[in-house]
């Protein structure tokens, strides 16, 4: 074979192989794309993520009325939990670990406010309103946010009298400060539960632990503190939480003189059978001048001059 012969042949062996290749690609490129799987609108992806963001911002703001793409069942679950969280801390009892078994809500107007019973048979009303005054200003506070361990509260109507009382007892040489005044649920509750865990330690079965706890303590909204009417007083700079502090001039001072500031002795020592509560002759409640002369005049306890009233 010449020299122009084999180059044809090479020329013919390049121009198949190209067209070999190209027809190679193409087929490849063909199969490619019938394989090829193609993105498609998924409106359950948009619809969920919907869900979620509508379902975090329903939890933040407690409502129902948020989303306007469809939510599923487990949505409306979670709002309905949480709107039920949030109205439930209207009801001041439903944080607390005890509460008395038998307590009826106490009748505020039956017999004026100074008069509400708060026993172990009466509780304070689940839609109870406060009218607290913080003790060294005067200025009203919420009962629902204040911290009790840093502001002294009481109730305003016994607010000016509580005054007048230690007052007096300056002029006549007894110093004497409120130790205990308004007291919170939750910290009414965490006293009455610290008590019964202590006794549940010491071997009490958890029943007697709690009976005998209550002897002592008032079950949270039963407790003349909770209502911001019951004080406990004692000399300055000291506490003295046991029946010692009768033998005090401060306590002998405080005898003579709280009718005439509408106070009187609450747990009196030979009542303890009516009122439930040991003997405490620290702690006063202010019923008004009017009914603590009556009171004292009668050598009735609360429970008694109650009675005595609905005759």
Not at 87 to 102: A, C, G, I, Q
Not at 169 to 190: F, H, K, P, T
Not at 234 to 259: C, D, Q, R, Y
Request: hydrophobic share 30%.
């Amino acid at each position: 074979m010449n020299m122009n012969g084999r180059k044809k042949t090479i020329n013919i062996i390049i121009i198949v192989s190209i067209a070999i290749l190209c027809i190679s690609v193409a087929v490849v490129g063909v199969i490619y794309y019938k394989n090829r799987t193609t993105p498609t609108y998924n409106p359950s992806t948009e619809t969920t993520a919907t869900t979620t963001e509508s379902t975090t911002q329903t939890t933040i703001e407690t409502t129902t009325e948020s989303t306007t793409t469809s939510t599923t069942e487990s949505t409306t679950k979670q709002t309905t939990t949480t709107t039920t969280t949030k109205k439930s801390t209207d009801n001041f009892y439903d944080s607390v670990t005890y509460r008395s078994p038998n307590a009826k809500p106490a009748d505020i107007n039956k017999h004026g406010r100074e008069l509400m019973l708060l026993n172990n048979n009466y509780e304070l009303p689940e839609n109870f309103k406060w009218d607290l005054v913080d003790f060294k200003t005067g200025k009203s506070v919420n009962a629902l946010t204040l911290n009790d361990y840093q502001v002294t509260a009481v109730d305003r109507m016994a607010y000016q009298p509580l005054k007048d009382l230690l007052a007096a007892a300056e002029e006549d040489g007894i110093s004497i400060y409120v130790y205990s005044a308004y007291r919170s649920m939750q910290r009414q509750d965490r006293n009455f539960t610290r008590s019964v865990n202590n006794l549940i330690n010491q071997g009490y079965s958890k029943e007697k632990a709690i009976a005998t706890t209550n002897t002592v303590r008032a079950y949270p909204g039963t407790s003349e503190h909770n209502a911001g009417f019951g004080f406990d007083i004692m000399p300055k700079g000291k506490v003295i939480l046991n029946e010692s502090f009768a033998n005090t001039k401060e306590f002998k001072w405080l005898i003579e003189h709280i009718e005439e500031y509408g106070f009187i002795l609450r747990y009196q020592k030979n009542k303890t059978d009516i009122t439930g509560f040991s003997y405490e002759p620290w702690h006063f409640r202010y019923v008004g001048v009017e009914h603590a002369k009556k009171i004292n005049e009668l050598g009735y306890c609360l429970e008694e001059y109650i009675e005595f009233l609905e005759m």
